[in-house]
């Protein structure tokens, strides 16, 4: 039982969540572009001063790991264990596919996605994060949260999936999606943005079973190193 901010910033939302024993409180979040390093605290203030809780009332920070975007990711998670080290509270971190993956499910059950309860019932989740080009971050879960592969960087083809895609109904969602719609045909599209409150259940549990982070050593997922390109520009 704990007081959790929760932050999600992997992906062009930036989405801040506040908690309190696994229920969510309040929730801040914008898509509009990739300012995250602006938004972030300011979405943290209001989320306190309308819920009334003062910083040294909250009981750890979750953060979203990722993958996702290098840039994003690492505001999230630097401004998370900023807020640990000056609180001197524990960092938590939850996957970001896991995160966005608890989002449908909470949206299935509040009757928002697009689904049949049949193919609900035998559906295997697919949360996909853009990776640019026809590449994706993606892992499969069923549809109670479990994971049943592997996070992997895959670049997307008719075969890709093929053992979900056979084994019942695939069910992709998240940013990088979309372009899979025309090439997996097969699969069912649903709308699922990454949030905060997907981090929130998770994040409990973690807390309950004292899973928390090395706020000194800890870094992103990024899953694919970072490769620094050099400017084609000319400086004069």
Known sequence: MALILSIETGTDVCSVALANDGELMALRES???????????????ELLRE??????????????KGPGSYTGLRIGVSFAKGMCYALNIPLIAVGSLDALTEVAREDYD???????????AVARLCPMVDARRMEVYAQVFDNEGNPLSDVSAEVITEESF?????????????NGSSKCVTTLPDAIHVA?????????????????????????????????????IPSKKKLL
Request: net charge negative; no cysteine; aromatic share 12%.
């Open 162 to 174: 093929g053992t979900w895609r056979k084994d019942g109904k695939l069910v992709i969602f998240g």
């Open 51 to 64: 819920t009334g809780v003062q910083p040294d009332d909250l009981d750890a920070i979750a953060v979203g």
């Open 31 to 45: 898509d509009e572009g990739r300012d995250h390093a602006k938004k972030v605290a300011l979405f943290v203030d």
């Open 110 to 120: 509040a009757g928002i996605l697009d689904i049949e309860e049949d193919e609900w």
């Open 192 to 228: 699922v943005a990454p949030s905060a409150r997907g981090i929130v259940r998770i994040a409990e549990e973690a807390f309950n079973a004292d899973r928390f982070e090395d706020i000194a050593y800890f870094e992103p997922f990024y899953l694919k190193e970072f490769l620094v």
